[in-house]
């Protein structure tokens, strides 16, 4: 009797052990599956986090604008050049480019002047933009945004400024293009030695 008391006893034994280790095993097992879900979630979080700061990093140092030509125009074929002109084309991948939304910083050897745009005809801290090419359509003086493949004359009255600009023979001038997006695109150069009988001088 006392045998059968001491049998039943190990075998209770032997079964709270078991239940306990079985338990001490599912609950290492929900533990452990509850740090790699909260692992994931936080990698998830911070690999978005990198890629949305690496793409806004993009955007601050990469300019969005590509100058392709310069010229100035003068009043007829004497004289000095009165008025800027700066053709520009979206760099590769960039975004669009709201010329309502950007600065053109000009500067020579008496003054430094910002230029805000304009749909109208430009005059004193002003410049506008026309279309060179627009295939779709879409830039005009009252929305002047430029999109991929468009083509787009900045034009600076430089004689109508409060005081006023000229651009003469070997003069050295400096602008910049700040747009709303992106870094700001330098324009420099030197006026060539002689405007000759030209009405158009090709500046850069």
Same mark, same amino acid.
């Given at each position: 009797?006392?045998?059968?008391?001491? /049998?039943?006893?190990?075998?209770?034994?032997?079964? +709270?052990?078991?239940?306990?280790?079985?338990?001490?095993?599912?609950?290492? *097992?929900?533990?452990?599956? @509850?740090?790699?879900?909260?692992?994931?979630?936080?990698?998830?979080?911070?690999?978005?986090?990198?890629?949305?700061?690496? /793409?806004?990093? %993009?955007?601050?140092?990469?300019?969005?604008?590509?100058?392709?030509?310069?010229?100035?125009? #003068?009043?007829?074929? @004497?004289?000095?050049?009165?008025?800027?002109?700066?053709?520009?084309?979206? $760099?590769?991948? +960039?975004?669009?480019?709201?010329?309502?939304?950007? *600065?053109?910083? *000009?500067?020579?050897?008496?003054?430094?002047?910002?230029?805000?745009?304009?749909?109208? +005809?430009?005059?004193?801290?002003?410049?506008?933009? %026309?279309?060179?090419?627009?295939?779709?359509?879409?830039?005009? $003086?009252? %929305?002047?945004?430029?999109? $991929?493949?468009?083509?787009?004359?900045?034009?600076?009255?430089? $004689?109508?400024?409060?005081?006023?600009? @000229?651009?003469?023979?070997?003069?050295?001038?400096?602008?910049?293009?700040?747009?709303?997006?992106?870094?700001?695109?330098?324009?420099?150069?030197?006026?060539?030695?002689?405007?000759?009988?030209?009405?158009?001088? *090709?500046? #850069?």
């Amino acid at each position: 009797m006392k045998a059968n008391r001491k /049998s039943a006893f190990g075998h209770d034994l032997h079964g +709270a052990v078991g239940i306990g280790t079985m338990i001490v095993f599912i609950a290492t *097992i929900l533990v452990a599956a @509850t740090a790699a879900a909260v692992l994931l979630d936080t990698s998830g979080k911070l690999q978005d986090k990198a890629q949305s700061t690496g /793409s806004e990093t %993009t955007k601050e140092v990469a300019s969005n604008l590509l100058v392709k030509g310069v010229y100035g125009t #003068r009043q007829g074929t @004497t004289g000095d050049v009165k008025w800027l002109n700066i053709t520009v084309s979206l $760099a590769p991948g +960039a975004e669009s480019v709201d010329l309502s939304q950007m *600065i053109v910083r *000009i500067k020579d050897k008496a003054q430094v002047l910002d230029l805000a745009y304009t749909q109208n +005809a430009a005059g004193a801290d002003q410049f506008n933009g %026309t279309a060179v090419r627009d295939d779709d359509g879409s830039f005009s $003086a009252a %929305t002047p945004v430029m999109n $991929a493949g468009d083509l787009v004359r900045i034009k600076i009255p430089l $004689a109508l400024q409060t005081t006023p600009m @000229t651009l003469a023979p070997r003069e050295a001038f400096d602008s910049m293009l700040l747009p709303e997006v992106g870094t700001h695109v330098n324009v420099g150069f030197t006026a060539p030695s002689s405007y000759g009988s030209d009405t158009i001088v *090709i500046l #850069r």
